[in-house]
């Protein structure tokens, strides 16, 4: 008498009384299915002692079950600015009940961005997660011909039509502004990340937006362009001060720029909050730990890595379904850096 057969996706489906599809979504860890399904396969599962066979399941489905999350930065980048090992944070928790692995995948030139083409075009990853997204970049496009599930974090411009999350850039720096004239200052700078970055842009936006509102008059509103590196808030608090000497307050488009811009300050003699008042955007562990600490825009950088993968995980379930275009709010966390005029 032979060995008796083990039980298969389709025995599971009968007993469940349900589809194959179905019984593939819950042991793939989709939420696209029902309570009542899913406690069926369940039961299903425990009944014939069903173990999926994640090889055979690859070769039907041409799963890798794995994701590629992809940052186009340098490691010196990766390890200095908070905002990608919160992502990463919000990318794994997401993904911790499922059975998905995580690729991390740095794209530095040309060369390393042809080795991941090559690398998605031969199905090696069921989606790819993008991070800090340049305006002109040429990855998302090649993904999206390749017929890859993409999800962004960020944009590439306000008619980004991947799907994507991002935090509420322009009004996150809008209320910045406004604190900093409701403050009482009159010269009010800005240091803004590269513009070729939809989130610099909109940073800059809701901070002009701001100084619009209060009627401050161009002069007294220099910009500064920098990096979203601690070098180049220094450098670009340098030039500020330079053309507006008299300036009293900043805001920053990145806690590491303000951090710079604090550096540069203080060397020059100039107290905070007395004379200049400083402000960031982020609302990392840098503003906390800050002397003095750091009034920042929060954004919701760990809820966003999440949001990203759940996102993905449901258009590589469904590759028909309506692409999401998703704003999460921030909130203005008011410290020490940017106390009132006389206070």
Request: proline share 6%; glycine share 8%.
């Amino acid at each position: 008498m032979g060995a008796p057969q083990r039980p298969t996706i389709k025995t599971v489906a009968a007993r469940a009384g349900v589809g194959r599809t179905t019984v593939s979504r819950v042991v793939n860890g989709s939420d696209l299915v029902s309570d009542a399904a899913k406690a069926a396969v369940l039961a299903a599962i425990a009944e014939l002692n069903y173990v999926p066979n994640s090889v055979a399941r690859g070769l039907v489905t041409r799963r890798t079950n794995s994701i590629a999350l992809v940052i186009p930065e340098s490691e010196s980048r990766l390890g200095a600015e908070p905002y990608f090992s919160a992502v990463i944070r919000g990318v794994s928790a997401a993904l911790r009940d499922t059975r998905t692995q995580l690729q991390l995948v740095l794209v530095r030139d040309r060369e390393e961005r042809d080795q991941l083409t090559a690398h998605v075009a031969e199905r090696r990853v069921d989606g790819v997660l993008l991070v800090s997204v340049h305006q002109h970049d040429p990855l998302p496009d090649i993904l999206e011909n390749l017929g890859l599930p993409t999800v962004l974090a960020g944009r590439r411009s306000a008619e980004e039509s991947l799907s994507h999350a991002c935090s509420d850039n322009l009004g996150g720096a809008k209320s910045a502004g406004r604190h900093l004239v409701d403050s009482g200052r009159t010269a009010i700078a800005t240091i803004t990340g590269p513009l070729d970055m939809d989130v610099s842009r909109s940073r800059l936006q809701g901070w002009k937006d701001a100084m619009d509102e209060a009627g401050m008059p161009p002069e007294n509103c220099p910009v500064a362009t920098s990096d979203f590196t601690e070098e180049g808030g220094m450098a670009a608090m340098r030039s500020l001060l330079a053309r507006s000497p008299k300036l009293d307050a900043v805001f920053a488009a990145s806690d590491v720029m303000a951090a710079g811009a604090m550096l540069e300050l203080r060397r020059q003699g100039r107290r905070i909050p007395e004379d200049v008042a400083v402000v960031g955007f982020d609302d990392s562990y840098i503003a906390r730990y800050a002397h003095p600490s750091l009034t920042s825009v929060r954004q919701p950088v760990e809820e966003i890595g999440s949001t990203i993968t759940r996102v993905l995980l449901e258009e590589i379930a469904d590759p028909g379904s309506q692409r999401q275009k998703l704003v999460l709010p921030t909130e203005l966390i008011v410290r020490d850096s940017s106390s009132p005029c006389g206070s």
